[in-house]
């Protein structure tokens, strides 16, 4: 009876020393794993199969230069996650069609004219922190370019503001 519960005992402490060591490990190097499982009901972080098919047969190549503070409000720093989440998606579907380049004009003066060029302004943000009322300046804007023979432009697109994601894959890929 004694023997049967150390028994127990010992695997009882072998599988949560596993389940820790597991969940060490999975910290360590999960941050290094560039998958992502949607697990929502509707499949809200998925590509849409339209928007795969269209981006997985693109003719020409496209160039994503996506504009984005370093130091966004709390309020829009999830949805600036959720557009590189997009964005990163639609690279991965594009077959090597499509390139994306993330510009921090707030940190780099030559990211801040370029995205002036390709008409990306400033945005005026307001932040309420700690009974503080501020007003902040940022980016966070995506330019669409379709490159022909020899890297030239043969056409350009940009959205100055991502004011919402919701709806941002059905503007996108109109726009491709």
């Known amino acids: 009876m004694i023997n049967k519960k150390n028994k127990e ?3 009882s402490v072998q599988v949560l020393v596993a389940v820790i060591i597991l969940a060490i490990l999975i910290n ?3 941050g290094y794993i ?16 339209a928007t795969k098919n269209i981006v997985g047969n693109l003719e020409d190549d496209l160039v994503l230069d996506l504009f ?4 966004l ?7 600036a996650q959720d557009v590189r989440d997009v964005l990163s998606d ?6 090597g069609k499509i390139d994306l380049n993330i510009h921090y004009p707030d ?8 995205a002036q060029e390709l008409g990306i302004p400033a945005i005026q943000f307001n932040v309420i922190a700690k009974d503080e009322f501020q007003l902040k300046q940022g980016w966070l804007g995506l330019s669409i370019s379709v490159m022909g023979e020899e890297e030239e432009v043969k056409g350009r697109q940009a959205i100055p503001f991502i004011e919402r994601t919701n709806g ?6 109109g726009l491709i």
Not at 68 to 71: E, G, L, Y
Not at 73 to 79: D, K, L, R, V
Not at 90 to 95: A, P, V
């Open 68 to 71: 984005i503070s370093k130091k």
């Open 90 to 95: 639609y690279k991965k579907y594009g077959k």
């Open 28 to 30: 360590l190097f999960g």
């Open 107 to 114: 940190v780099n003066d030559e990211d801040k004219l370029k």
């Open 34 to 49: 560039k998958a992502r499982i949607d697990l929502t009901s509707n499949r809200l972080f998925t590509l849409s199969p």
């Open 73 to 79: 409000p709390a309020q829009i720093s999830y949805q």
């Open 168 to 173: 941002f894959e059905y503007s996108l890929t």
């Open 9 to 11: 005992y010992r695997k």
